[in-house]
Antibody
Framework: EVQVVESGGGLVQPGGSLRLSCAAS????????MCWVRQAPGEGLEWVANIKQDGSERYYVDSVKGRFTISRDNAKDSLYLQMNNLRAEDTAVYYC??????????????????WGKGTTVTVSS | DIQMTQSPSSLSASVGDRVTITCRASQSISSYLNWYQQKPGKAPKLLIY???SLQSEVPSRFSGSGSGTDFTLTITTLQPEDFATYYC?????????FGQGTKVEIK
């Protein structure tokens, strides 16, 4: 079964750090871009970051640049999100996602086709 | 960054109705547009990618159209299990922003 499972969420004080993990199974992890998406309580989805298959390209939403780092270990089929200097507005459910792709004659179309169940991060004193 | 705006933010509909949700990009994104469905307490589910391609095992009552800046998700013959929140997402350029969501509620 193709799946991703997040872990590492919890309660942390403002200014603190947390490292999220995502364990992938059922597919060739090293062949896919991967991403993190978060959802604050009662709010919509917010794309956070993604990382290329070999880790050579990484992109972040402006609100987390300089504080969060996405990384991966292809030998362990695992994705990570290191979160530093956490703020109250980082409180959210964090989803790990597999970025699927469909290739036409000229274009690559990307989408999140496998989602985890999420892990909850609460930033509060 | 590219901004995505959905309308309406919510709507009430009955089983059997035809429902249309609109998504507008702040600049042209060609056909790099995805649609997701999310039910309360659950992870999102991919419905449509590349603006109009139906994801595997998604019912054919879901369809997508549009290109450039204006896109539409249509649900023909709304079913009880379709009451949920729907999100569009652009995949043209990072950050791959989502729209704010459209909640489809039971009338």
């Amino acid at each position: 079964e193709v799946q991703v499972v997040e872990s590492g969420g919890g309660l942390v004080q403002p200014g603190g750090s947390l490292r999220l993990s995502c364990a992938a199974s059922g597919f060739t992890f090293s062949s896919y871009w991967m991403c993190w998406v978060r959802q604050a309580p009662g709010e919509g989805l917010e794309w956070v970051a993604n990382i290329k298959q070999d880790g050579s390209e990484r992109y972040y939403v402006d609100s987390v640049k300089g504080r969060f780092t996405i990384s991966r270990d292809n030998a362990k089929d695992s994705l990570y999100l290191q979160m530093n200097n956490l703020r109250a507005e980082d409180t959210a459910v964090y989803y790990c996602g597999r970025v699927g792709a469909t290739v036409t004659t000229s274009y690559y179309y990307y989408y999140i086709d496998v989602w985890g169940k999420g892990t909850t991060v609460t930033v509060s004193s | 960054d590219i901004q995505m705006t959905q309308s309406p933010s919510s709507l009430s509909a009955s089983v059997g109705d035809r429902v249309t949700i609109t998504c507008r990009a702040s600049q042209s994104i060609s056909s790099y547009l995805n649609w997701y469905q999310q039910k309360p307490g659950k992870a999102p589910k991919l419905l449509i990618y590349a603006a109009s391609s139906l994801q595997s095992e998604v019912p054919s009552r879901f369809s997508g159209s549009g290109s450039g800046t204006d896109f539409t998700l249509t649900i023909t013959t709304l079913q009880p299990e379709d009451f949920a929140t729907y999100y569009c997402q652009q995949s043209y350029r990072a950050p791959a922003a989502f729209g704010q969501g459209t909640k489809v509620e039971i009338k």
